[in-house]
């Protein structure tokens, strides 16, 4: 436990965000939609509408709210939006409330992949060989890069997600990126095209970090994927923490060149030669703290102490082999890989943190059920009157 000195956190972010916070004992205002499961999660003491898209109306309510609060306030943020959203408002809410983050310049470039691209070429970064295009045009420039090749979105955005439900899309010829351009266009022509690294995503492994203001890394720890869904390019559903001394080495090195302050998290692909390369930085707070949290590791715990002036929670080493599933998708993802029912419950009976549905935490699950056809409900009342 921290010394919460009568402050509050709070936390644009989901259920597992919430739960490593929680679990520090400091007290949490969820700042969510209506409807967000996280809401109604026991971790959650107090709950704050999020006006989004109307980003001068959140920034009000949460300098509002805080100017309130007895003792320190303390914001956390998880998404990429919420990222932007705190980066960009960085000098207006800085007067209510204390967050770590990096350096404006730096969370733009890292947030447009086509900027951290040509970021990470300039720095000598481990990044597989990429470039931004338009496929608006005839024909892109791809030089140096051979097919297959793989095409990202810039950022995550709604046009992205009606085109597909993977992160990235493997075009194997010229014919096949031509037809996406098609399909993403007009309003998502920009996107990266980038050299795939061989392998499948359980290849895929990270470095988490915390850097406070004096440039000291703090605490930082290593994980892996166990599945994701789909298979290829999907999102992760299963996790697991690791002890990989070459991907902190890498990392630390990262994290020293960009300079950054703040936390992170770095994606690695470690290719059939064991080499690894940089796919993304994330200079935000992650679910992965949740599943660290339980390994020993509370990096929102340590930040909350730093930002409050209170001692720092002890800085232990996070035990490798402590994972984390997306119960509704990971069960998918298990019988995708041809896991039987019965093996994958008895993974899960062992899984150490879960998203989704959780018996220690039933009530978020069941608000997704429950809170549309209330919404419907609550729409009709109001159209009625």
């Not at 436990?1 to 989901?14: E, F, K, P, Q, T």
């Not at 809410?93 to 300039?122: C, N, P, T, W, Y």
């Not at 302050?261 to 930085?281: H, I, M, N, S, T």
């Amino acid at each position: 436990m921290v010394d919460v000195r009568h402050g509050r956190a709070y936390v644009l972010g989901d259920r597992d965000l919430l739960a490593s916070i929680h679990r520090a004992g400091v007290p949490v205002t969820a700042v969510c939609r209506r409807t967000a499961p996280a809401r109604f999660s026991r971790y959650t003491s107090r709950w704050l509408e999020d006006p989004r898209p109307e980003e001068d109306a959140l920034s009000a309510t949460l300098r509002e709210d805080a100017g309130r609060v007895t003792g320190p306030a303390v914001l956390f943020y998880e998404q990429d939006d919420d990222l932007l959203f705190v980066s960009r408002r960085r000098e207006e809410l800085s007067g209510a409330l204390r967050f770590v983050i990096a350096e404006a310049h730096l969370v733009e470039r890292l947030m447009d992949k086509g900027a951290f691209q040509a970021l990470a070429e300039e720095l000598d970064l481990p990044v597989p060989v990429g470039r931004r295009v338009d496929l608006t045009g005839s024909s892109p420039d791809l030089r140096g890069i051979s097919y297959p090749v793989l095409v990202k979105p810039l950022r995550r955005e709604q046009a992205w997600e009606r085109v597909s439900a993977t992160k990235a899309v493997l075009a194997s010829g010229p014919e096949e990126l031509a037809e996406l351009g098609k399909r993403l266009a007009p309003g998502h022509a920009g996107v990266l095209v980038q050299q795939p690294v061989a392998g499948p995503e359980t290849r895929i492994e990270s470095y988490h970090v915390y850097v406070d203001a004096a440039g000291e890394i703090v605490a930082e720890f290593t994980g892996r994927k166990i599945r994701t869904y789909p298979s290829e390019l999907g999102h992760s559903t299963a996790l697991v923490t690791t002890d990989c001394a070459d991907v902190v080495s890498l990392g630390r090195d990262i994290v020293r060149k960009l300079g950054l302050r703040g936390v992170a998290k770095l994606d690695f692909k470690r290719d059939p030669e064991d080499r690894l390369w940089l796919l993304e930085v994330n200079p935000r707070f992650t679910l992965w703290h949740h599943v660290a949290a339980a390994a020993g590791l509370n990096i929102p715990a340590i930040v909350w102490a730093d930002l409050t002036g209170g001692a720092r929670p002890p800085v232990a080493r996070a035990r490798a082999g402590v994972r984390w599933c997306r119960v509704e998708r990971d069960v998918l993802a298990a019988r995708q890989e041809g896991m039987g029912l019965a093996a994958w419950l008895r993974w899960l009976s062992h899984c150490e943190t879960r998203a989704g549905l959780d018996p220690l935490d039933p009530v978020p699950v069941l608000s997704k059920m429950v809170m549309p056809a209330y919404e419907r409900a609550r729409r009709l009342v109001h159209r009625g009157r």
